[in-house]
């Protein structure tokens, strides 16, 4: 029988996250506050986040403990399965190897819990009592809700209101596990009355969730916020996915040529690639990185590298990333994790760098990819994890042109079984292919006022 599912024990589960930040050439530059122009210190942090989550943002430590009731609770899914693609293979004739991360066993279908349960932990820990967050297509709700309700803590989730109308049994399960959810934009906040002032039927949008989630948190002292991508502590949690990987891939006999993994804030795509990136920069290794983003949403493929808010009103420090602007709504695509106008500070400054790279797919040629992937492999994947395996298929393509074999991982990060009306929509022709223009993007980045980067 061929070895499909290459599994490890459950003493296997690392012991300890990955921080890049140690071995990156060029650190990224500090976050600045907007009205100082200054670089924060973690005293700035402290009204939203807990002080163990501030130290992880920016500490230099290359290795940080997983606290043993992380890792335990880790255990109810991890490690997670790493498979070898014979069908998709077979169904492309190529000669690459296929091999992907299925996070998609989790309790919530996705990667998100891995960092949704540290940061219930340590906000636990410090006695806080309830957090506030956002969630686009539901993925990071959902996560939170299951970690908060663990630790008995309240859980406030500001879903983007294309999906909350769109995915109503996402809503269901924040519920499930004991979770309020709003749609944003929300007149319970200023941010969300301010928008539905001026768009009355806004589709809502990360960045505006974003600034509801965090108005909420930083007037109530017993309430923080926690944000299910973009920062650094969530990269660094979820570097558990590569480093099982890179113990998988031992085990099969193989090493990946190509990494791939879908794109919204950089949180998977660091959680996969990050260790396997470790291997370029301390033994030379010659692997490439490919991060796979929504051609309706390329920031990382046409945005500008400047300071820019990580949300819509400008509540967050500047940070210093690719970005489309943060007043840029994208298009309501079903890939609603991937709705977001800019890119962590980490991966942002490793493209600029050139230690990976970046390509977009539109929303049709996404929708093929999850199909042929369903009847190839069985798997029915997120809208969102649809991007790398495009991706994916594009590589394996390009290898049977070539005529070499490579071998290609990427990350299925999320089921899509709470998707089915994305996949109803695409069968009965209803999506429409989307690509924004150099005006739509010009328009946008013209509206920014915050600082450029020589
Ligand atoms: C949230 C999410 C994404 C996008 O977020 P990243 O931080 O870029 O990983 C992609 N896929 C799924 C399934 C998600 O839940």
Redesign the pocket.
């Known amino acids: 029988m061929k070895n499909r599912k290459i599994l490890l024990e459950e003493n296997e589960i690392p012991h300890q996250w990955y921080n890049i930040l140690a071995d990156m050439p060029n650190k990224p530059l500090p976050p600045i506050s907007p009205a100082t122009l200054e670089p924060i210190g973690p005293e700035d942090l402290a009204p939203l986040f807990p002080m163990e989550l501030i130290k992880q943002e920016v500490s230099a430590e290359k290795w940080i403990d997983i606290p043993d009731e992380v890792r335990n609770i880790y255990s109810l899914w991890r490690p997670t399965p790493l498979y070898r693609a014979y069908g998709l293979e077979k169904t492309l004739d190529t000669p690459a190897k296929i091999y992907y991360k299925y996070e998609g066993v989790s309790p919530s279908g996705?990667?998100?819990p891995n960092t949704a349960v540290p940061q219930a932990y340590y906000n636990a820990k410090e006695g806080v009592k309830k957090i506030t967050t956002e969630t686009?297509?539901g993925?990071?709700g959902s996560a939170l809700s299951f970690a908060c309700n663990h630790f008995g803590m309240e859980c406030e989730v500001y879903m983007v209101r294309v999906s909350y109308d769109g995915k109503p049994y996402r809503k269901i399960m924040m519920n499930t596990w004991g979770a309020s959810v709003y749609p944003s934009p929300s007149n319970r906040t200023a941010a969300g009355r301010k928008i539905l002032a001026e768009h009355p039927d806004s589709p809502g949008s990360l960045g505006i969730a974003i600034s509801e989630a965090i108005e909420v948190a930083a007037s109530d002292p017993n309430t923080k916020y926690s944000l299910?991508?973009v920062l650094n502590h969530v990269k660094l949690h979820q570097t558990i996915i590569g480093q099982e990987a890179i113990k998988q891939m031992e085990k099969a006999g193989d090493m990946p040529d190509i990494v791939i993994a879908?794109?919204?804030?950089?949180?998977?795509?660091a959680g996969l690639s990050f260790p396997f990136l470790r291997l370029n920069l301390e033994e030379g290794k010659k692997i490439r990185f490919i991060a796979s983003e929504p051609s309706s949403c390329p920031k990382l493929t046409r945005g500008v590298f400047r300071y820019d808010f990580g949300d819509t009103i400008g509540m967050t420090p500047l940070l210093p990333m690719y970005t489309l602007g943060h007043n840029f709504v994208p298009a309501p695509i079903h890939a609603g994790?991937?709705r977001y106008h800019g890119a962590g500070v980490i991966v942002s400054q490793l493209l600029r760098d050139n230690l990976i790279e970046a390509v977009s797919h539109d929303n049709i040629e996404v929708f093929e990819a999850g199909v042929l992937f369903a009847q190839a492999e069985g798997i029915i994947s997120?809208p969102?994890?649809t991007h790398g395996i495009a991706t994916a298929i594009a590589e394996a393509r390009k290898c049977k042109e070539e005529g070499v074999s490579k071998t290609i991982l990427f990350n299925l990060?999320?089921h899509g079984n709470f998707d089915m009306k994305a996949y109803q929509d695409y069968f009965e022709g209803k999506i429409v292919k989307h690509e924004i223009t150099e005006e739509d993007i010009r328009k946008s980045l013209a509206e920014l006022n915050t600082p450029e980067i020589a």
């Open positions: 996705s990667h998100k686009g297509a993925q990071w299910g991508s879908p794109f919204g804030g950089g949180s998977n795509f994790g991937l997120a969102e994890a990060c999320g």
